[in-house]
């Protein structure tokens, strides 16, 4: 197959969309950036709590994901908070909200 035609994708464009599909195949950060989309401007603390890793794993886990340009940190005082800054990635919360209406969901606290 001819992978050069008009149709095909640059390959920097390939490159940075397969690192960003990479960011979402690691569930506890999947379930980090819907917790973000669901309470928005929560700290650090809070998210770990809402997702049950600690909050090493999850500072870890927001940095990758500011990275990637999917979540913007922003300090207040001592505290950082996050927010999602990329509209793809809202749409694509939204529509796995869509998608998973069959299941019994657990609210995120209120941050």
Known sequence: ???SGP???STDFAS???FRFQLLSNVKRLRLVHAIYSCESSTTAQYASDVG???NDATYLLKSLVKGG???RTQIGRSAHFRLVDERMRA???QMDLLDNGSEKTPYPAG
Request: net charge negative.
């Open 70 to 72: 999917f979540v913007e």
């Open 92 to 94: 694509l919360v939204e």
């Open 53 to 55: 890793v600690s909050e």
């Open 7 to 9: 149709y095909a994708l």
């Open 1 to 3: 197959m001819d992978i």
């Open 16 to 18: 940075e969309q397969a």
